[in-house]
């Protein structure tokens, strides 16, 4: 079993849609997570943590629930410009800040 | 520099080559990270640098790859004897000790023929 796990996706949604990402990770220890973006053959860029009392940044929300091990993501009134691939990402219970990221999911937002 | 610099951009090399890849890091990073991501994969974790020193090797999928950090600052990435399942991107991160805000290079797409 994968340590983080996403559906691949891809999600097509019209422009003004509502959006939402499921990931979950295996080590119960884990600390920290975050979501990533990365746009095509691009680098990975940090779009937000996750805390546990779920955390907002304006059109995105994230959400941590330590009982189930999963994390999520939603998009609201989704631009064109958020097409990209979402990265979940933990950090072990390790200290050298070492971060596993997810495979991805794939967001494509349609005119 | 301002950002994570990383060299070649673009690496094509033949099956049974070495090469070499190069990080520049943010400066006063003293954290390195070094993933590679294979075509439609996630990122894969290869080696963490406190420094000059590697205390998590843990990724480096075989004794073909090895990793140096010098002055703290600059890191090469060594593969020897390249194979063709070594194509990926090799992508190079920073960030300040304590702090989880990587930053990540623009990475060498490394193809192996």
């Known amino acids: 079993r994968k340590e983080v796990e996403q559906d691949p996706g891809p999600f097509n949604v019209p422009e003004g849609a509502t959006v939402a990402f499921n990931c979950t990770y295996s080590?119960?220890?884990?600390?920290?997570f975050f979501w990533y973006r990365q746009d095509c053959r691009k680098e990975p860029k940090l779009l937000m943590s996750?805390?546990?009392s779920g955390n907002e940044d304006g059109r995105f929300t994230a959400q941590l629930n330590r009982a189930s091990q999963y994390i999520s993501l939603l998009i609201r009134d989704s631009k064109l410009s958020d097409s990209a691939t979402y990265l979940c990402?933990?950090?072990?219970?390790?200290?050298?800040?070492?971060?596993?990221f997810g495979q991805g999911t794939t967001l494509q937002v349609k005119p | 520099g301002a950002g994570v610099s990383q060299s070649p951009s673009n690496k094509v090399t033949e099956k049974g080559k070495d090469v070499e890849l190069r990080c520049d890091p943010i400066s006063g990073h003293t954290a390195l990270y070094w993933y590679r991501q294979s075509l439609g994969q996630g990122l894969e974790f290869l080696i963490y640098f406190q420094g000059n020193s590697a205390p998590d090797k843990s990724g480096l999928p075989s004794d073909r790859f090895s990793a140096e950090r010098t002055g703290g600052s600059v890191s090469t990435l060594t593969i020897q004897r390249t194979q063709q399942e070594d194509s990926a991107v090799y992508l190079c991160?920073?960030?300040?000790?304590?702090?989880?805000?990587?930053?990540f290079g623009s990475g060498t797409r490394l193809t192996v023929v």
């Open positions: 080590n119960s220890a884990s600390q920290s």
């Open positions: 991160a920073s960030s300040l000790e304590g702090t989880f805000g990587y930053t």
């Open positions: 990402v933990v950090k072990g219970s390790s200290n050298t800040g070492k971060l596993i």
């Open positions: 996750v805390y546990s």
